[in-house]
């Protein structure tokens, strides 16, 4: 055998092997776990402490990353925060840190755990991904020295990091990721110098890390996708419900069906913070989720999915630019939605088209409701423009969402109960963007798996009467190019957007509860 026949003979062993080793599909676990908090104080406790804590969430995942093994998983998703929780500032975080080094390393912490010193919650996961032959996903915080050399060295002489760590079901770290889009209070955290997009491979397609807020911004989430071409993202997070359009489950899908990718979203629990919603979401439709703000418990779910999910190319203004404005004349007024202004005109028959424009958008409704009941009233909003409360982002929103009340100036208040079905629904917008999320949320805060359908020229339409009443049907598009920039540091962004938040909320509360008292 010649050495061109024997190099040839290699390259299609290997092409063969590992056509027999990739999966066309695999299940997904994620994990909503109900956090083991410390005590409420930002005093920094002794390292033995901390460890006492993080192992007692330990154990709570070890048996959910058993059960979803024994059930078939390849991979399982837990929760950012979900080991030691999100009480803490610089000083007190600082004893549940370890330090994590770069994947390339080649490190199985199981088989040597003091290789990069003591890192005991990294051999732990290790072997928790070793012994059950699974695909382990967690967040830890992470290290990493510093000194006055470093003009960006904080003060205390090191970097903290939000991180995600994944190990594969050999225990082997395969991937590392540090947050990049910190949410206002996570001040006991650093922001990465340069954003990290971050994959690993596996038999069963590609996958990228983001960490809760990150969702929000293109770096790195629309990046993984549209640059590095991952198949899944595996999201960690602790999120807090804010209705109409930013609850978990709802955003979630939303966006795993605007991006085509599958994702799997796993949530902390903890109802008095609204941190409930957890998903297993591939394009075309949500496969599992979990919403509860009754009980206390954590919930694991496991589904199937493609391991190369298909996507549909959507040309998200191509309808909505055909169609005629209808002029809507006195019947239009302003509401708040989240503390963006929008324009909404009110549905005000059975069955109907409305047309409703701000700015460079206009959003087009085709409706047929079950019945026109006299105690709800719902409307078509449209809002273009730059949101900066806990951050700042430019969106385009279509939306047809339920009012509180029976009062006009409740429109894009909280509501997570409706009465009122529909038939049938055709939703579209002249977005200017081609990252739009479509949701459909039901009463009771539910998704509507296999109701509804995107099409190929942008309409977001019903494929039968809904099976339950509809709290919203939203088109959410995001205008990354759009985004207000700035040389402030993000700390200094962190601070100013909390003062504001501080300022705005009560004043808002207080008009509104002056407003509606009588």
């Known amino acids: 055998m010649t050495t061109s026949q024997l190099l040839a003979y290699v390259a299609i062993s290997v092409f063969c092997v590992l056509e027999v080793n990739s999966r066309d599909t695999f299940i997904a676990a994620v994990y909503e776990h109900a956090v083991i908090l410390p005590n409420a104080t930002l005093i920094s406790v002794p390292r033995k402490e901390a460890l006492v804590l993080m192992n007692r969430n330990l154990d709570v995942l070890e048996e959910a990353i058993t059960s979803a093994a024994k059930q078939g998983a390849h991979i399982i ?24 080094p770069d994947p390339q390393v080649d490190w199985i912490p199981c088989i040597h755990p003091n290789r990069f010193g003591h890192t005991p919650v990294q051999e732990r996961l290790s072997c928790l991904a070793k012994d059950n032959s699974i695909y382990v996903v967690a967040n830890i915080g992470d290290k990493k ?3 006055a050399s470093d003009l960006q060295c904080p003060p205390d002489g090191r970097y903290q990091y939000n991180t995600d760590v994944v190990y594969d079901s050999q225990g082997k770290l395969v991937a ?21 997009v971050v994959t690993f491979n596996t038999t069963f397609g590609r996958f990228g890390i983001i960490t809760c807020f990150d969702i929000l911004f293109h770096d790195p989430a629309v990046t993984l996708v549209k640059d590095f071409h991952v198949d899944t993202i595996v999201f960690p997070t602790a999120w807090m419900n804010v ?8 955003f979630h899908s939303a966006w795993a069906m605007g991006m085509g990718v599958n994702f799997l979203a796993s949530n902390t629990h903890h109802i008095s913070k609204k941190m409930t919603g957890s998903g297993i979401y591939a394009p075309d439709s949500p496969r599992a989720f979990y919403y509860d703000m009754k009980t206390k418990e954590g919930k694991l779910l496991l589904s199937q999915l493609d391991s190369h999910p298909k996507h549909l190319v959507v040309n998200w ?3 909505a630019s055909g169609m005629e404005a209808l002029s809507t004349g006195n019947q239009e007024f302003k509401g708040t939605v989240f503390f963006d202004g929008f324009s909404f ?3 005000r028959g059975v069955t109907g088209n409305y047309t409703v424009c701000q700015k460079e958008l ?36 279509c939306t047809l969402l339920k009012c509180k009340t029976t009062n006009l100036h409740t429109c894009g208040d909280s509501v997570e109960t409706a009465s009122t079905r529909f038939d049938m629904f055709s939703l579209s917008g002249t977005f200017g963007t081609q990252y739009v999320f479509p949701e459909v949320l039901l009463s009771g805060i539910q998704l509507a798996p296999g109701e509804f359908q995107v099409s190929s020229d942008g309409r977001l339409f019903s494929l039968k009467p809904l099976s339950g009443p509809v709290l919203t049907v939203t088109l959410f598009g995001r205008m990354y190019e759009k985004d207000h920039t700035t040389n402030a540091s993000p700390d200094l962004i962190s601070q100013t957007l909390k003062v504001m938040l ?3 909320t009560p004043i808002v509360y207080l008009l509104r509860h002056r407003i509606f008292s009588f």
Request: proline content about 6%; charged content about 25%.
């Open 176 to 196: 590392r990721y540090h947050k990049q889009n910190l949410f206002m209070s996570e001040d006991q955290f650093n922001v990465p110098k340069e954003p990290e």
């Open 77 to 100: 998703v837990t929760p950012e925060d979900g080991i030691y929780g999100w009480k803490f500032n610089r000083e007190s975080i600082y004893p549940y840190l370890e330090d994590i």
């Open 345 to 347: 005109v009110e549905l």
């Open 502 to 504: 501080i300022v705005i």
């Open 243 to 250: 209705l109409p359009h930013l609850s978990a489950i709802e």
């Open 145 to 147: 020295p510093c000194n």
């Open 317 to 319: 203004t191509s309808y």
């Open 362 to 397: 206009c959003c087009h409704l085709s409706y047929k409701m079950s019945e026109k009941r006299s105690d709800e009233i719902y409307a078509l909003g449209a809002f273009d423009g730059l949101h900066t409360v806990e951050g700042s982002y430019h969106l385009q929103i």
